[in-house]
T-cell receptor, first 113, second 116 residues
Framework: RKEVEQDPGPFNVPEGATVAFNCTYS??????FFWYRQDCRKEPKLLMS???SGNEDGRFTAQLNRASQYISLLIRDSKLSDSATYLC??????????????FGKGTKLSVIP | DTGVSQDPRHKITKRGQNVTFRCDPI?????LYWYRQTLGQGPEFLTY????????KSRLLSDRFSAERPKGSFSTLEIQRTEQGDSAMYLC??????????????FGPGTRLTVL
């Protein structure tokens, strides 16, 4: 089983729509969680960290469910500029492998005019 | 622009040749990471340095791969006897780790390797 699993999509949504991405992780030692955004043929960039209490940054809301080992990202009022691949990322904070980011395959989003 | 630079941006080589990539991290960052990304996949961790010490290597890093960070600043990743399966985007990232800092990893633009 992959350590981080995501639905690859693509998700094709109209402008203004709300879209949600889900991600599951298998290693219960994972302690830090992030969503990265990657535009076509560009490097990944941190979109937001994910906290246990849930957190919001403008139109973006991230949720974490440690019991179910599940992370989500909600995008409200989608913009054309939101079109990208969204990568779910987990990180252990101690022990072997604690310095590396473990990425999912990514979920591709296309926002259509 | 995150400040991490990589050179070259693209490299085409023939199978069996050796290639070397360079990464210049953000200047005050003490950790440097190499990742590899193939089409349709997320980046996969290869190795990382804290200052000049290589502290962790992935099982993906076969004997044909070697990475150095001789003075704790820039890093090189060499692939010997390249194979077609080495074709990928090689991403470098850096972070600042220390008391009171948040160690976000900033990625460079990557080197796209094509092995013919």
């Amino acid at each position: 089983r992959k350590e981080v699993e995501q639905d690859p999509g693509p998700f094709n949504v109209p402008e203004g729509a709300t879209v949600a991405f889900n991600c599951t992780y298998s290693n219960s030692a994972s302690q830090s969680f992030f969503w990265y955004r990657q535009d076509c043929r560009k490097e990944p960039k941190l979109l937001m960290s994910v906290y246990s209490s849930g957190n919001e940054d403008g139109r973006f809301t991230a949720q974490l469910n440690r019991a179910s080992q599940y992370i989500s990202l909600l995008i409200r009022d989608s913009k054309l500029s939101d079109s990208a691949t969204y990568l779910c990322v987990v990180k252990r904070t101690s022990g072997a492998g604690s310095y590396q980011l473990t990425f999912g395959k990514g979920t591709k989003l296309s926002v259509i005019p | 622009d995150t400040g991490v630079s990589q050179d070259p941006r693209h490299k085409i080589t023939k199978r069996g040749q050796n290639v070397t990539f360079r990464c210049d991290p953000i200047s005050e960052h003490n950790r440097l990471y190499w990742y590899r990304q193939t089409l349709g996949q997320g980046p996969e961790f290869l190795t990382y340095f804290q200052n000049e010490a290589q502290l962790e290597k992935s099982r993906l890093l076969s004997d044909r791969f070697s990475a150095e960070r001789p003075k704790g600043s820039f890093s090189t990743l060499e692939i010997q006897r390249t194979e077609q399966g080495d074709s990928a985007m090689y991403l470098c990232a850096s972070s600042l780790v220390g008391q009171g800092t948040y160690n976000e990893q900033f990625f460079g633009p990557g080197t796209r390797l094509t092995v013919l």
